[in-house]
């Protein structure tokens, strides 16, 4: 009987399961095909400093922009190129395509999310270097995030990798910080340039008063170990008011700029530089 009813079973879910099958393996041929043809490319969203405005860099953000499938969010294909071995090829594409756009002298920097897996491997130290080094553009520029998942996977070999980076000059930040577990402890052993605090603690900011006072001890936190911090999802003005109030001292959201193509960051880099001069020559201006 119960052979039986594991068999009927088996059955009623039999379609249901061939369906997610013959959607993964589509999805799995739609990457390698939109690697292959070019059809990943690269957005990129302002980070400004939380006091002055000034444009501080931007992060880079993969898209996929598929014919058939339309937009497939990078929530979704970033995992699935991680199980399928190609995330180094997503990888390099996205830091090719930001070192590129780092020729405009008046981007500052841009920051460029890393996955677990390229730091489970050696190679992509070298790999990054050489990138950079045909284009003629310094480690400085360029920023890599990690999330908190990474560090408490395999803690030895990741550190080890990313002390590497940033002995190459390479910074670091880490992303979405409160969402992982353990953060505290890692974030003693594991050296940073920035931390960025993830959107959910952002949002009841300017509402609620326990909001304000999670956001206010992280950025402390972040202070008291040398980092600079980094508000993400920063959507509205009540919350960057907060969050100058708070000093934090970088921000990043829809509010201030949502990911946009290379040309559109261009233009808005030259024309914050401009601004910026004006703003020089009116400082530096005796009358
Ligand atoms: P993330 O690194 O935390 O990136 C920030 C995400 O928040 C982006 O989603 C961005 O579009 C979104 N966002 C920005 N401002 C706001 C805002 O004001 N409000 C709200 N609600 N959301 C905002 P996106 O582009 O869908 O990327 C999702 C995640 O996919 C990223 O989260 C990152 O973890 C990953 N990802 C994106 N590009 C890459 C990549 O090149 N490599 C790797 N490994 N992961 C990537
Ligand atoms: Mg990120
Ligand atoms: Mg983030
Ligand atoms: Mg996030």
Not at 144 to 151: A, M, Q, R, S, Y
Request: proline content about 5%; overall charge negative.
């Amino acid at each position: 009987a119960a052979k039986r009813e594991g068999r009927g079973r088996a059955l009623m879910f039999e379609p249901r399961l061939d369906r997610q099958h013959e959607h993964r393996l589509a999805m799995e041929a739609a990457l390698l095909r939109a690697l292959r043809e070019g059809l990943l490319h690269v957005h990129y969203q302002p980070q400004f400093d939380a006091r002055t405005g000034t444009l501080r860099g931007a992060e880079a953000l993969v898209r996929w922009d598929d014919p058939r499938l339309g937009a497939i969010s990078p929530a979704e294909f970033i995992p699935l190129a991680e199980e399928m071995g190609v995330i180094s090829d997503v990888a390099l594409l996205v830091l090719r395509q930001a070192v590129a756009l780092l020729r405009d002298p008046a981007i500052p920097r841009l920051s460029v999310n890393l996955s677990v897996m390229q730091l489970r491997r050696d190679g992509f130290l070298d790999q990054a270097l050489s990138v950079l080094a045909e284009a003629g553009v310094p480690p400085a520029r360029i920023e890599f995030e990690v999330t908190e998942g990474v560090l408490v996977d395999d803690t030895v070999a990741v550190k080890h990798r990313l002390d590497g980076l940033r002995a190459a000059g390479f910074a670091l930040a880490l992303d979405d910080f409160g969402t992982g577990f353990s953060a505290l402890a890692y974030l003693r052993l594991f050296r940073f340039d920035r931390l960025k605090i993830d959107r959910s603690f952002i949002r009841d900011l300017g509402q609620e008063a326990e909001a304000a006072a999670v956001v206010s001890s992280v950025i402390n936190l972040g202070h008291g170990l040398g980092l600079e911090v980094v508000a993400e999802g920063v959507e509205a003005p009540a919350q960057l008011a907060e969050l100058r109030r708070l000093g934090c001292d970088l921000v990043q959201g829809y509010l201030t700029g949502p990911p946009m193509p290379p040309g559109a960051l261009k233009l808005l880099a030259a024309r914050a530089r401009e601004a910026g001069m004006r703003q020089d020559h009116a400082l530096g201006d005796p009358a």
